[in-house]
Nanobody, 121 residues
């Protein structure tokens, strides 16, 4: 497995921006999921090991951008035009088995501790 350390998150007003960071102990495909109270964990975005390929959930497409700095083994999630419905705990994830980039939760075997993002209306 890969060790992941998240940072960022916090409280922001609707329409505002936040950036999440996730430092990994190795170079793997990485992603972000989120979980709101009473809801299942859902896919947000993913990026391949090279950074060439990215996937987004339809709910965040055009507002969120995932990127990575391979020199630092760090992935970022830039979140713009935030909405109250984006409120959730955000989890960084990685696939240490180097499989094809995926949107499926079960394809990721390493998880960060989670960071709270709260968007007020």
């Amino acid at each position: 497995q890969v060790q992941l350390v998240e940072s960022g998150g916090g409280l922001v007003q609707a329409g505002g921006s936040l950036r999440l960071s996730c430092a990994a102990s190795g170079r793997t495909s990485m992603g972000w999921f989120r979980q709101a109270p009473g809801k299942e964990r859902e896919f947000v975005a993913a990026i391949s090991r090279t950074g060439v390929t990215t996937y987004y959930a339809d709910s965040v497409k055009g507002r969120f951008t995932i990127s990575r700095d391979n020199a630092k083994n760090t992935a970022y999630l830039q979140m713009n035009s935030l909405k109250p419905e984006d409120t959730a705990v955000y989890y960084c994830t990685a696939d240490s088995l180097l499989r094809v980039l995926s949107r499926r939760l079960e394809d990721y075997d390493s998880w960060g501790q989670g960071t709270q993002v709260t968007v007020s209306s």
